[in-house]
């Protein structure tokens, strides 16, 4: 049984250290990783995480082995092919400009066509949006990207979790996506794990 594969996309949208995250996890967890970043998306990883040039080993965290970098003007590639089988492509950050293509049906990079070939082949797309605030566009366009079977999840944390770090609203995030696609994380990102066994107004003692 083959490794467990996954699509990775990154534009240009706010949001490097999120994609990072996912890479370092995504990557041990054993998965194989086919990682797309537009030009946009690497100036941001440089801007945003400090990279003087782009370092696939420092941007996954020691996890470069299990990574294939695609160039994002192949529009041949793999990852763009229907034929290729993976368990879910993540699109993180995504912009706005990403996502108007995709609800489009547009192919101009790898990134698109990779997002179409995953639709139309009834597999995972999440698309984690990250501007604010929205136009009525956008929202049409994630209307559309949900009609068709993919998932929208803006970068948007929860801290009903009490976070106390930049990286606990990371993992917030992160560790959502990871559960859309169904990959197994000890983050603590569930409600389960913070409740008490008494309920608001409970009174036991009555």
């Known amino acids: 049984m083959r490794p467990r594969r ?3 996309a990154v534009t240009g949208a706010s949001g490097a250290a999120y994609s990072q995250r996912l890479l370092e996890l995504l990557g041990a967890s054993g998965a194989d990783i086919h990682l797309l970043v537009t030009s946009w998306g690497r100036r941001l990883i440089k801007d945003e995480l400090g990279m003087g040039r782009f370092d696939l080993d420092e941007l996954t965290r020691g996890h470069a082995e299990r990574v294939r970098l695609h160039n994002e003007n192949d ?5 763009g092919s229907g034929s290729f089988v993976h368990d879910g492509m993540v699109i993180m950050p995504c912009s706005a400009n990403t996502l108007g293509r995709v609800a489009a049906g547009m ?3 790898l990134v698109h066509r990779a997002a179409a070939c995953t639709l139309k082949e009834r597999r995972k797309l999440v ?3 990250r501007e604010t605030p929205l136009t009525l566009i956008e929202i049409e366009n994630m209307a559309t990207v949900a009609r068709a ?3 929208i999840a803006p970068l948007n944390p929860g801290f009903y979790l009490g976070p106390t770090s930049v990286q606990d609203i990371l993992d ?3 560790g959502r996506v990871l559960d859309l696609l169904e990959v197994e994380h000890d ?5 389960e794990d913070h409740v008490s066994d008494s309920s608001p107004g409970d009174d036991s003692s009555s």
């Open 6 to 8: 996954f699509v990775v």
């Open 75 to 79: 529009v041949g590639g793999v990852p």
């Open 107 to 109: 192919t101009d990079n």
């Open 127 to 129: 698309l984690c949006h």
């Open 149 to 151: 079977g993919g998932i």
């Open 172 to 174: 917030f995030m992160v």
């Open 187 to 191: 983050l603590s990102t569930r409600w």
